[in-house]
């Protein structure tokens, strides 16, 4: 039985090309998928073969050194900023490229297929720049998103040691003291940038509804970048701790008004997550290419390859394409206007528990050669774990889509009921 | 389960138990984070007799049998795997040398062995697609005073610091690997080469190398005309070893996630108190158990002298989705703690990868368990 390589018809991305060179024998494995006419317009296609020619010249070439040093590529951030990468969902007044969501999306996945650490740092600086875009005013919006236009990371400042899934854990403070604020406390876990919205209380009597955002430049004083993290994955982004010392922040900075923080991370997070379904689907994507380029280097003939292995590319293929979908499908709706809440949660879901199995599945074909350094999957898989965990662990979205569920049923108290 | 072990065996475990406490334990991050050969932890337990377990009084082994050595693997897993993989790989060409050497070849070799004095390695896979397939296969060729090796082998564990290498190649380069043999190689022998050391995503510590030969001289081990059966049965007992390894490690990783899940707070009560996270646990805790038994039960096989390879290949199956599926979800359940290298959980999850791997993608556990029903 012929597995037919040769004539699929799999979005492919020109990794093995650049990075590899062709086989020995000649084959070219993955030919380049002409279109993807059922969803993405031509100007989309170009995007994303664009998106697809700058991971494979940036990214693919120097992922795995800075894997291995933990270390984040700076010069990536100016790469990105021509590209137009940085500003992407940054409205054209601003100097943004403002593309739709959907293109956004697959610029993450094929960002993904390169280095998540690095896709991190572009989708993590979307998050952080959502919450001026969705409350803050003009002027707000043009203080915040002209660095960012300028060639600056912004970051989305919300998990503290205790506040966790549970942002009711949160113990930052924001005390108002004539035009300003003072806030102190720690959030951890953060990616770092030069631009920050944080998350403070500023009632703390009244729970989350105390909970306000502000706007914050990196490098004030009193705001103190502790310990850059050292993880099993993503590596090469850059998360740290941030220690808020009496950190001075003028009023004009708060976004939206005193209470609306929780309101104002809840739908930043709605629109970040769809963004972790797609650079997830980039990283189960490049597992399938390279379970693929093993099997042409290393079987001549491919009609040795037996149905046990033909089915577990053929999961992984059904898997990622049934992923990329459900993710487009959230982010189609983002660009309709419409509620995303729980199409985020379950793009979210879909996307990075695919990426966890198609990796593992990768893992487990290529054996010893998988589990080794001279072959990034085992670098996907570190990669993969992250994407179930952060932006909201995959139990928080169940117990955000179960919310909903039984709020269907009983709209007046389940809703709250069945957080936790 | 104590009904099953002797005393002897219980004494055995905690033994092993103690000694991994006492002596693995404290070194195991730094050995994961310096990635350097526990020479002197190997001395030591050679010292304390975990080096020889099923080996033969005779040649000075313990000759506690297969069960006592998987029980004792079990445990140094939980506090280091990557000592446990050295022993496991060592105790492999120990269990060749013992089960098909002749008289003079066990002499010469098990002492040794035993005594530490010489570290045992397995060289199996190669490149190509499978044993005895593709351009670098190791090829034996018969000469008038034995054979030499010519070829590469790849991903040898213990590569480097090995003093023994059991080696499987053809003795016919058209019969491919039908024509498997074993053969003992001395490290020292001229035209045998270790390549770079290898990084690994776990279990770090113990080297992992290719390892070429150049006209290498080498004895054959057992009857020729058995090594693909020879080779069959010598990855069965190495698959039953890792699965005790898989089970150490699912083991630890429970044990500190349900310990995390106690004192973790959120949404105002421990998250061990949550549904969610007492499936999950529940989940890997029954799975861990299952797969533990049929670690037991397969290792009784061996003791006893009976078939065990589709048992062995099914407690391989089933290893591979526990240690996997279990510590996704105990890093899962830790969440950003888990994630990071400075805790416990990363570590686990990267090492526990190491004990499921396949040899090759082509020798899938499923192939012999369907063929032993028929």
């Known amino acids: 039985m012929n597995i037919c390589l040769t004539n699929s018809q799999f979005l492919c991305s020109c990794i093995w090309e650049t990075a590899s060179g062709r086989s020995s024998n000649g084959r070219t494995c993955r030919p380049q998928r ?155 876990f953060i990616t770092n940038g030069a631009f920050a919205t944080i998350f403070a209380l500023t009632d703390p009597s009244k729970g989350l509804k105390g909970l306000s955002a502000f706007i914050v430049e990196g490098g004030s004083p009193g705001l103190v970048v502790s310990k850059h993290e050292n993880k099993l994955g993503i590596r090469c982004s850059n998360t740290v701790e941030l220690v808020l010392q009496d950190l001075h922040v003028p009023a004009s900075h708060l976004l939206g008004k005193e209470g609306d923080g929780m309101k104002i991370a809840m739908q930043s997070l709605d629109m970040a997550r769809p963004m972790v379904g797609a650079q997830s689907v980039g990283i189960a994507q490049r597992a399938l290419d390279e379970c693929l380029k093993y099997f042409r280097d290393k079987y001549p003939d491919l009609r040795k390859i037996g149905q046990a292995i033909q089915f577990k590319l053929a999961d992984m293929r059904i898997q990622i394409e049934t992923a990329r979908q459900i993710v487009r499908h959230a982010l189609a709706v983002k660009d309709a206007g419409l509620p995303i809440t729980v199409d985020s949660a379950i793009a979210k879901t879909v996307g990075s528990d695919t990426a966890m199995r198609v990796t593992t599945d990768a893992l487990a074909l290529l054996g010893a050669y ?39 049923l009983q709209p007046q108290t389940a809703a709250t009921k069945a957080g936790g | 389960m104590s009904y099953l072990l002797t005393e002897e065996q219980q004494l055995i475990r905690m033994n092993a138990r103690d000694f991994a406490k006492e002596h693995l334990e404290p070194r195991a991050v730094h050995l994961d984070k310096s990635d350097e050969f526990p020479a002197t932890t190997i001395k030591l337990m050679a010292e304390h007799d975990l080096l020889s377990w099923f080996l033969p009084e005779a040649f000075g082994g313990a000759e506690v049998g297969y069960l006592s050595y998987v029980l004792g693997i079990e445990e140094l897993s939980k506090a280091s795997a990557a000592v446990a993989s050295i022993i496991v790989n060592h105790m492999s060409a120990a269990y060749a040398v013992n089960r098909w050497g002749s008289a003079q070849q066990k002499q010469r070799h098990l002492p040794a062995l035993i005594k530490g004095e010489t570290l045992g390695a397995l060289a199996l896979t190669e490149s190509g697609p499978s044993v005895g397939e593709g351009p670098n296969a190791v090829i034996a060729t018969k000469q008038a005073d034995g054979f030499v090796l010519t070829g590469n082998k790849s991903f040898v564990a213990n590569a480097g610091r090995a003093g023994l290498y059991v080696v499987f190649a053809c003795t016919d380069p058209l019969a491919g690997g039908k024509s498997l043999a074993a053969f003992l190689v001395d490290a020292k022998a001229e035209g045998l080469e270790i390549g770079l050391k290898k990084r690994m995503m776990g279990l770090r510590g113990r080297p992992i190398a290719d390892v070429t030969f150049r006209n290498v001289a080498a004895e054959l081990l057992g009857p020729a005309e058995s090594g693909v059966a020879m080779c069959s049965e010598l990855l069965s007992v190495l698959a039953i070893a890792e699965a005790a390894q898989t089970v150490g490690i699912t083991a630890a990783a429970l044990e500190h996630a349900g310990k995390y899940a106690q004192q973790r707070v959120q949404f105002g009560r421990p998250i061990g108190a949550f549904e969610a996270i007492q499936t999950m646990l529940a989940e890997i805790a029954t799975n861990c158990h299952v797969a533990r038994h049929a670690v037991y039960h397969a290792a009784t096989l061996i003791e006893q002298g009976e078939p065990f390879s589709a048992e062995a290949a099914m ?25 990071s290298e400075e805790m416990l959980m990363a570590k686990l999850f990267r090492d526990v990868s190491g004990t499921t791997i396949a040899e090759s993608p082509m020798e899938f556990p499923e192939k012999l368990i369907a063929a032993s029903i028929a």
């Open chain 1, 34 to 188: 002409k279109a993807d006419p059922m969803l993405l317009t031509s100007e989309q296609q170009e995007i994303q073969r664009s998106a697809r020619n700058f991971t494979n010249t940036h990214i693919v070439p120097i992922a795995a050194e800075y894997d291995l040093k933990g270390e984040f590529p700076e010069f990536i951030v100016e790469e990105a900023r021509k590209a137009g990468y940085l500003a992407m969902g940054i409205p054209k007044q601003f100097g943004g490229q403002d593309l739709s969501s959907v293109t956004q999306g697959v610029i993450l996945e094929e960002l993904g297929i390169g280095c998540a650490g690095i896709a991190t740092a572009i989708s993590v600086n979307g998050l952080g720049y959502y919450a001026p875009l969705i409350a803050g005013t003009d002027e707000q919006k043009k203080f915040y998103f002209t660095p960012i236009v300028e060639g600056g990371l912004s970051s989305f400042a919300l998990t503290e040691p205790s506040a966790g899934s549970d942002v009711r854990g949160a113990k930052t403070t924001a005390k108002k003291v004539g035009d300003e604020y003072i806030l102190n406390g720690s959030k951890c």
């Open chain 1, 370 to 408: 998988g589990y080794s350094s001279d072959c990034v999957v085992e670098k996907l898989v570190r990669d993969a774990k992250i994407q179930q965990l952060y932006e909201g662990t995959n139990q928080v979205q169940r117990i955000v889509i179960a919310a909903q569920l039984l709020a269907s």
């Open chain 2, 315 to 339: 407690v391989k199956l089933f290893s591979q989705r526990l240690g996997m599926h279990s510590l996704l979800d105990t890093v899962q359940i830790e969440g950003g703690y888990g994630y």
